[in-house]
T-cell receptor, first 116, second 108 residues
Framework: DTAVSQTPKYLVTQMGNDKSIKCEQN?????MYWYKQDSKKFLKIMFS???????INETVPNRFSPKSPDKAHLNLHINSLELGDSAVYFC???????????????FGPGTRLTVL | GQSLEQPSEVTAVEGAIVQINCTYQ??????LSWYQQHDGGAPTFLSY????GLEETGRFSSFLSRSDSYGYLLLQELQMKDSASYFC?????????FGKGTTLSVSS
């Protein structure tokens, strides 16, 4: 069984389009995340979310918005795509039970977004 | 804010031992984690240190010195499959802040 899944795996689109990436976790975790990994492999937090609170990295443009229909899902919507949005986007989840569990995050396979 | 420094590249041969260092600056410390990422793959959790000392998990060990804001990942009996990027990370709020990663290349 896949713990954290994302769709699609690859996404190629034109500048200015709006797209969504879906994420689901079947681990029963409390917190989900979106990370962006650029071409230099730098992993950067975009959002963290649990059923109580959404925390947004202040450097993330407001064209990006997370939406969580329920505890197991955290989707990422991107409006007006730009060339600089090309990257790999990873969804992740963790359990809130202890410090160790917070630090042990489970990542999805990633979505490679290419904006032309 | 938080920042982490680690070497960008390390090379070694099969069977050798390699140490990847990480120094960090953080306003609040909740432990140091290590992740492995193969090309084209997802980051996977390797280890977590909250207290000073060495944690061993098979061929991999991780060390932390809170007074020095320093940690390292030790990989023993290197295998070709260990060629990957290794990231140290500290927690900021509920999310992780990652170092820029160390690319380990293992040759035969």
């Amino acid at each position: 069984d896949t713990a954290v899944s994302q769709t699609p795996k690859y996404l190629v689109t034109q500048m200015g389009n709006d797209k969504s990436i879906k994420c689901e976790q079947n681990l029963g975790h409390d917190t989900m995340y979106w990370y962006k990994q650029d071409s230099k492999k730098f992993l950067k937090i975009m959002f963290s979310y649990n059923n109580k609170e959404l925390i947004i990295n202040e450097t993330v443009p407001n064209r990006f918005s997370p939406k969580s229909p329920d505890k197991a899902h955290l989707n990422l919507h991107i409006n007006s795509l730009e060339l600089g949005d090309s990257a790999v986007y990873f969804c992740a989840s963790s359990q809130d039970a202890s410090r160790r569990r917070y630090n042990e995050q489970f990542f999805g396979p990633g979505t490679r977004l290419t904006v032309l | 804010g938080q920042s982490l420094e680690q070497p960008s590249e390390v090379t070694a041969v099969e069977g050798a031992i390699v140490q990847i260092n990480c120094t960090y600056q953080t306003s609040g410390f909740y432990g140091l984690s290590w992740y492995q990422q193969h090309d084209g793959g997802a980051p996977t959790f390797l280890s977590y240190n909250a207290l000073d000392g060495l944690e061993e998990t098979g061929r991999f060990s991780s060390f932390l010195s809170r007074s020095d804001s320093y940690g390292y990942l030790l990989l023993q009996e290197l295998q070709m499959k260990d060629s990957a990027s290794y990231f140290c990370a500290v927690r900021a709020g509920t999310a992780l802040i990652f170092g820029k990663g160390t690319t380990l290349s293992v040759s035969s």
